[in-house]
C-alpha cells in the first residue's frame, strides 16, 4: 500500500479508467456473464476507491483492486435477480483474491477476453447508431455526457441507446467471445467500420474540439485492436492499415481548416502545421503492413489500400511531387474491393491531376445517377470541367454543388468558385 492521500488516490483511479478499463471490464463481464451488470459494477468498484483509498491507501495493484471489488458488486446485483439465482450461487463459491492483494495481474483477462468485448460492443445485430458508442462506455470507459457530445444528442438520449444496447446483448444471447475462424473475417471487419465511422465524426470537422476528441477515441480503439490481433494474419494486415489511415489523415487536421471554417485542398495546406510524429508513425506502419502484404501472401484489405492512398499524398515533401500515378492505381485496386461511387470519384479526380482530366470527366459519368443529389459530384464535375476549358458548364455544376452543399462553409466555397469559372479566372 502506498501513503494515503486523497490526490494520490484520485490520481491512481483516473490511472486506472486511463490504462486499464479494458482489462478491468473484460474481466468481469467474463466472470459474470452480464454486460450491464459488469458495467455497474465497475462504476461501484470506481467510486468506492475514490471514497476509501484516501483513507486506506493506494493498493499496490489498483486495477486487481478494482476488478475484484467489482466482480464481488456484480455477483450482489446477480443475486437480486431471480433468473440468475444458480449462477450467483455458483460465482458466489468461486475464490476471489482480498480487495488489497497485491498480485499485480491477478484476474485479469487474456488479450482473447478484451478482443471479446470490442467484438461485442460492435456487434452487427447492435442498432448501428449504437455500436461506437457502447465501444467508447464499455471499453474504454468514456463518460457517457462526453460520448453524448461526440455523437450531437442530449445525455438521456445517449444513455437510453446505451440500455438498448446492453439490452439487445443480454436479449439477443450475443455471445461473449472472439468470432471463429469462419466468421472473424467479416466481424472484425465490422470492427473496423465501427471504429472508422467514428473517426469519420473527428475528420468530418477537425476545429471542433468535441470531433476531434472523437478522433482521438478511435485512434485508441486501432490501437488496442492491432495489439489484441495475432500478427502476420490478414485481419493484423487490415489493422495496422487502418490505424495507419486514421494516423496518417488526423496528423492533417490542423492544416484542414481556415479561419472562415472553410476546407483547406491538400495541394493548398500549410504542411509545416501537420503532425509530423503521427504522419512518420503513420508512414511506418503502412510501408511495414505492405511489406508483410507482398512477402507472405497476405491479402491487404480496403483499409490498407485506402492507407497506401493516404501514404501516397503525406510522403512528400511537396505536394508538387505528389505520384499521381500511382494514386490512380491504387484507387483502381480499391475499386476492386469496394464497389462504393466514392471511390470512383476520387479516382476520377486523381486521374484529372495525373494529367488525364477527360479521362477524370468519363469516369464521373460512371456514377453520376448513384451521386446525383451529393454535393461533392457536382463539386468534381466542375473542377475537371474547368481544367478543360469548359468554364460555363463548370460554373454550371458548381452552383448545383452549392445547392446541395450540408454546410454554410462548403456552400460559400463552391459559390465563390462558380463566380470565378464564369468570370473565366
Known amino acids: 500500500m502506498t501513503a494515503p492521500t486523497e490526490r494520490g488516490a484520485a490520481a491512481a483511479v483516473a490511472a486506472v479508467v486511463a490504462d486499464d478499463h479494458p482489462r478491468v471490464m473484460a474481466a468481469v463481464v467474463g466472470t459474470l456473464g452480464d454486460w450491464s451488470i459488469a458495467e455497474d459494477a465497475v462504476q461501484d468498484a470506481l467510486e468506492r476507491a475514490l471514497a476509501r483509498w484516501p483513507a486506506d491507501g493506494v493498493p499496490d495493484s489498483p486495477a486487481a483492486w478494482i476488478t475484484t471489488v467489482a466482480r464481488r458488486r456484480g455477483i450482489d446485483l446477480l443475486r437480486s435477480r431471480a433468473a440468475a439465482d444458480r449462477a450467483a450461487e455458483r460465482l458466489a463459491h468461486e475464490p476471489a483474491a482480498e480487495p488489497d492483494d497485491a498480485s499485480g495481474a491477478s484476474g485479469f483477462p487474456h488479450d482473447d477476453e478484451r478482443l471479446a468485448l470490442l467484438h461485442t460492443a460492435c456487434h452487427p445485430a447492435i442498432a448501428a447508431d449504437a455500436r461506437a458508442a457502447l465501444a467508447l462506455r464499455a471499453v474504454l470507459g468514456v463518460p457517457v455526457e462526453r460520448i453524448a457530445r461526440l455523437f450531437g444528442v442530449g445525455e438521456d438520449a445517449m444513455q437510453k441507446r446505451l440500455v438498448r444496447a446492453r439490452a439487445k446483448i443480454r436479449n ?28 469519420a465524426i473527428g475528420y468530418a470537422a477537425p476545429a471542433d474540439a468535441d470531433a476531434r476528441a472523437a478522433a482521438s477515441e478511435a485512434i485508441r480503439l486501432a490501437r488496442l485492436l492491432r495489439e489484441l490481433t495475432p500478427e502476420r494474419t490478414h485481419e493484423r494486415v487490415e489493422a495496422d492499415g487502418l490505424l495507419a489511415l486514421m494516423l496518417l489523415q488526423h496528423a492533417r487536421r490542423d492544416a484542414r481548416v481556415r479561419a472562415d471554417g472553410s476546407a483547406v485542398p491538400l495541394p ?12 512518420r508513425e503513420g508512414l511506418a506502419l503502412v510501408d511495414a503492413a505492405l511489406a508483410l502484404a507482398a512477402s507472405s501472401g497476405l491479402a491487404g484489405g480496403r483499409h490498407l489500400v485506402h492507407a497506401a492512398i493516404a501514404a501516397e499524398h503525406v510522403r512528400p515533401e511537396l505536394a508538387a511531387r505528389i505520384d499521381h500515378g500511382r494514386v490512380v492505381e491504387l484507387y483502381r485496386v480499391l475499386e476492386r474491393l469496394d464497389g462504393s461511387p466514392f471511390v470512383v470519384l476520387n479516382r476520377a479526380i486523381a486521374q484529372a491531376n495525373d494529367g488525364d482530366a477527360e479521362g477524370g470527366l468519363a469516369a464521373l459519368d460512371e456514377v453520376a445517377d448513384a451521386l446525383e443529389r451529393h454535393h461533392l459530384l457536382h463539386a468534381a464535375r466542375g473542377d475537371l470541367l474547368r481544367r478543360v476549358g469548359r468554364d460555363a458548364e463548370a460554373a454550371e ?29
Open 172 to 199: 439477443a444471447g450475443i455471445p461473449y467471445r472472439v468470432p471463429g475462424p469462419a466468421e472473424l473475417p467479416g466481424r472484425s471487419e465490422g470492427v473496423r467500420q465501427v471504429l472508422y465511422g467514428l473517426f
Open 397 to 425: 455544376a458548381l452552383r448545383r454543388g452549392a445547392g446541395l452543399a450540408p454546410t454554410d462553409a462548403e456552400r460559400r466555397a463552391l459559390v465563390e468558385a462558380a463566380a470565378a469559372a464564369e468570370a473565366g479566372r
Open 268 to 279: 493548398e495546406q500549410d504542411r509545416d502545421r501537420w503532425d509530423r510524429a503521427l504522419a
